[in-house]
């Protein structure tokens, strides 16, 4: 028997596992696909591993219940289609797993959920209450409230911040093909060094109308996942035993290796909040911060962008628009403009008060 890479072997030992179906799969088979995939969840808890599902195909199966020719390029008929197949969604996986005697549990997310500090821990002590009842729970955006603001985008992303919510051991991300590829078409097997190896080959989804992801945005799922300290797997979801082979340390499809791993907390303000605005550094701000793991002072901010309030998250870009850092703001925005460029011994003559003397503390800051 050929021996297992450790990165591979490490796999055995997870206990908790998110897996990500993408909507291309579902929509080969709608019925088929979940009952695979039921199987083998059912075997994954037989041996003491908890699985959280995240699945898409609410609009494909809404615009196929609703007879459109194509999918809704409108945000109110794509929220239409969703609200119509959310419930198709969940009717076949809850027969899926009807013969397991396995009960699933609904629960849909907007970005506000997790980007909400409160919302973010009730969620997840949701989670926590059904993992520890048996339930299964089926993960989805809620397609039929979330506007462009607080869309997740596809639920790649969806999935990545489910491991911050659920503290999962490992993401398996179900796709159409079986895994990365290199420039020649050759699947890799392992990433060591996601910007290196796997970014520049990632395309982006397909334009059939089916699914809002694609390589890119799976690649960029484990990018955030592996800055937890743990591992992604993105594996072909045609394969009949695919998630007993990848948690049995098998070599399939594309496995990201952790790097090192940043606090949860830190994750949540790097990938969970959206920004509420932005605040432009000079290049001896970047510098400390980039290259020192220093805190921002009011003196190497050279504009700032949007309303915010003091404690919401704020994105950290250069002159010419490249995001360094998300951090939460010490001072609001109105606030930080009067102090901007100014030292911080300046502060409390210039606003009457001083909370602290950064702008954006270390321990407040995560570099992206």
């Not at 969604?89 to 396995?102: G, I, K, S, V, Y």
């Not at 629960?107 to 500090?117: I, K, N, S």
């Not at 999935?159 to 420039?183: F, K, P, Q, R």
Request: charged share 25%; with cysteine.
């Amino acid at each position: 028997m050929t021996a297992l890479a450790p990165e591979r072997a490490a796999l055995r030992d997870v206990k908790r596992v998110v897996v990500k179906i993408g909507s291309r799969l579902l929509a080969e088979s709608p019925a088929g696909r979940p009952a695979t995939i039921a199987d083998q969840v059912a075997a994954l808890i037989a041996r003491g591993v908890e699985v959280i599902l995240v699945s898409s195909g609410a609009i494909a199966l809404g615009v196929k219940a609703l007879r459109l020719a194509a999918r809704p390029a409108d945000l109110p008929g794509l929220q239409a289609a969703a609200a119509v197949g959310q419930s198709r969604l969940m009717q076949h996986w809850e027969h899926a797993f009807a013969p397991h005697d396995r009960l699933i549990g609904q629960v849909l997310l907007t970005h506000d959920d997790v980007g909400d500090r409160g919302r973010f821990l009730s969620a997840r002590n949701t989670l926590r209450a059904l993992l520890d009842r048996g339930v299964v729970p089926i993960i989805n955006e809620n397609d039929t409230v979330a506007v462009e603001e607080i869309k997740f985008g596809d639920n790649d992303q969806l999935s990545a911040l489910v491991m911050s919510l659920s503290s999962a051991d490992a993401l398996v991300i179900l796709t159409d093909v079986d895994g990365v590829w290199d420039e020649h078409k050759v699947r890799m097997p392992i990433v060591r060094d996601i910007e290196r190896e796997a970014a520049p080959v990632a395309g982006a989804s397909r334009a059939d109308g089916v699914g809002s992801g694609g390589m890119a945005s799976k690649v960029g799922s484990a990018r955030m996942v592996t800055r937890l300290g743990v591992p992604c797997v993105i594996a072909p979801g045609r394969a009949p035993r695919v998630l007993l082979d990848v948690l049995d340390g098998a070599d399939v499809g594309t496995l990201f290796v952790p790097g090192e791993a940043v606090s949860r907390r830190k994750h949540w303000i790097a990938y969970g909040a959206k920004p509420a605005g932005r605040v432009v550094i000079d290049d001896g701000a970047r510098r400390a911060l980039c290259e020192q793991g220093k805190s921002l002072l009011p003196a190497g901010i050279a504009a700032l962008d949007g309303d915010f309030a003091a404690g919401d998250t704020v994105s950290v870009v250069t002159a010419d628009g490249r995001e360094v850092a998300r951090g939460l703001a010490a001072y609001p925005a109105a606030d930080l403009a009067r102090i901007r460029g100014l030292h911080s011994t300046d502060i409390e003559a210039t606003l009457g008060y001083k909370t602290l003397d950064e702008a954006i503390h270390r321990d407040d800051l995560v570099l992206v």
